[in-house]
T-cell receptor, first 114, second 115 residues
């Protein structure tokens, strides 16, 4: 069964550093998403992406965050200057259709900011 | 705006007992509803989803959920709990707006299964 692949599985970074979280969506999927889950809390929507542009973003997704699909296969989330409160599990998802009915989630990247 | 309320952050049942995890939703349009399970240090696995085809939805691992519009509920049940069911369960709602629709998750219910 096709999978969404996220790398790395765990990343530790110093506060103020830039991080890039990588995702390889399923090859025929067109819609891409990032969610995050702070430890012990619920999963929260960050951003959706289609046709090389952001479709929707949450209030969490401020100017420190950016997404891109640099090469037609990867989908990345960049955090420009990490803060302690950015420590969380970040999940990528992709879908054929513009609906979560077809979502496939990746296994997540645990980001720890120290 | 859509939202989900999961009553009970922790539920404990004995092995073999009925599992009932509660979820109520709010949506301005007919919703899509989902239950996801998360095992420790793992990702999100879809248990089942409601798409308006049938009000009783059967999922993996013996779980099912019933959509009740009058009660705006989508409770998850399993007749007989197994130790391997111990995990965090998230209810989620989505509104199909024709664009890249997002999922809104509840706060989760941690299921503990005891001998």
């Amino acid at each position: 069964e096709p999978e969404v692949t996220q790398t790395p599985s765990h990343q530790v970074t110093q506060m103020g550093q830039e991080v890039i979280l990588r995702c390889v969506p399923i090859s025929n999927h067109l819609y891409f998403y990032w969610y995050r889950q702070i430890l012990g809390q619920k999963v929260e929507f960050l951003v959706s992406f289609y046709n090389n542009e952001i479709s929707e973003k949450s209030e969490i997704f401020d100017d420190q965050f950016s997404v891109e699909r640099p090469d037609g296969s990867n989908f990345t989330l960049k955090i420009r200057s990490t803060k302690l409160e950015d420590s969380a599990m970040y999940f990528c998802a992709s879908s054929v259709w513009p609906t979560p009915l077809g979502y496939t989630f990746g296994s997540g990247t645990r980001l720890t900011v120290v | 705006a859509q939202s989900v309320t999961q009553l009970g952050s922790h539920v404990s049942v004995s092995e073999g007992a009925l599992v009932l995890l509660r979820c109520n939703y709010s949506s301005s349009v007919p919703p899509y509803l989902f239950w996801y399970v998360q095992y420790p240090n793992q990702g999100l696995q879809l248990l089942l989803k409601y798409t308006s085809a049938a009000t009783l939805v059967k999922g993996i691992n013996g779980f099912e959920a019933e959509f009740k519009k009058s009660e705006t509920s989508f409770h998850l049940t399993k007749p007989s709990a197994h130790m391997s069911d111990a995990a965090e369960y998230f209810c989620a709602v989505s509104e199909n707006t024709g664009t890249a629709s997002k999922l809104t998750f509840g706060t989760g219910t941690r299921l503990q299964v005891t001998l």
